[in-house]
């Protein structure tokens, strides 16, 4: 039987037969690849070497591959400097690694002004120190939503008992009286009453001649009318009332 030189196989079994006396040149260097020394330079392209030297160029692309991974799934690197990750209870040091972020323009803003749905809340610290706030004399908040109202001021001259419209109606709202002086030159009772709902009063006390009153700044109002009315002053006497009020419609 002569000497194999090759080895054919179909289907896991052998197409031709001899002798396996030369298997050793087949498998020796040159014989059908050449297995090269264990010091071979590792190639890790599609460039010519020996089996050791393809064989390190894999184990190099391997371990390469594996510190991307590491470098991808944990750790977040710039590929020189790697983002500080420590424990809970481990305070920062000024030496750590910062991940740098920015707010993005599609989140709601918590270091600016916004509207409240924009807005991102704000708690203030428990040992904030004083802040200074002012009185804003054109316009003040009203109820729960913050709605800015304007008050006005009106002009009180009345010369006779009758019933005078100080402030026409805005419709659904309550004319709020904020503030009030007036004097009148005779013995006179004034009231502020909502124009159709005329059980809505004040019931201000009567004056001597020459008295008068002084409603101080009141937020929450002293003189509310009825939803949808005017209001309304009306005077007992015929001496001269006169004064001034500021009101919101709320």
């Known amino acids: 039987m002569s000497n194999l030189t090759s080895l054919s196989l179909t289907s896991g079994a052998p197409t031709n037969s001899g002798t396996i006396s030369t298997l050793d040149a087949l498998m020796a260097d040159g014989g059908q690849a050449t297995i090269g020394a264990i010091a071979d330079a590792a190639v890790s392209t599609d460039a010519n070497g ?3 030297a393809h064989v390190r160029g894999l184990v190099k692309i391997f371990a390469a591959s594996l ?3 590491g470098a991808l799934f944990h750790r977040i690197t710039d590929g020189t400097n790697t983002a500080a990750v420590k424990a809970a209870s481990t305070a920062p040091v000024a030496g750590d690694p910062a991940l740098v972020v920015a707010i993005s323009p599609n989140s709601v803003n918590g270091n600016g002004q916004a509207t409240m749905a924009n807005g991102a809340p704000i708690t203030v610290a428990s040992n904030q120190s004083t802040l200074s706030v002012a009185l804003d004399t054109t316009q003040i908040a009203n109820g729960a939503s913050g709605t ?10 009345i010369a006779s008992a009758t019933t005078t419209t100080l402030v026409a109606l805005v419709a659904t709202k309550k004319i709020r009286v904020l503030s009030m002086y007036l004097i009148s030159t005779g ?14 009063s004040d019931g201000l006390p009567g004056y001597a001649a020459n008295g008068g009153i002084v409603l101080p700044f009141n937020p929450i109002g002293w003189f509310d009318t009825t939803a949808g009315e005017a209001l309304d002053m009306v005077t007992s006497g015929s001496g001269q009332v006169s004064g001034q009020l500021s009101y919101v419609a709320v």
Request: no cysteine; aromatic share 0%; proline share 3%.
């Open 50 to 52: 020996t089996v050791n």
């Open 67 to 69: 510190a991307v991974a």
């Open 148 to 157: 800015m109202v304007t008050p006005t001021k009106v002009k009180i001259s």
């Open 187 to 200: 013995a006179n009772t004034v009231n502020l009453q909502s124009h159709v709902t005329t059980s809505n």
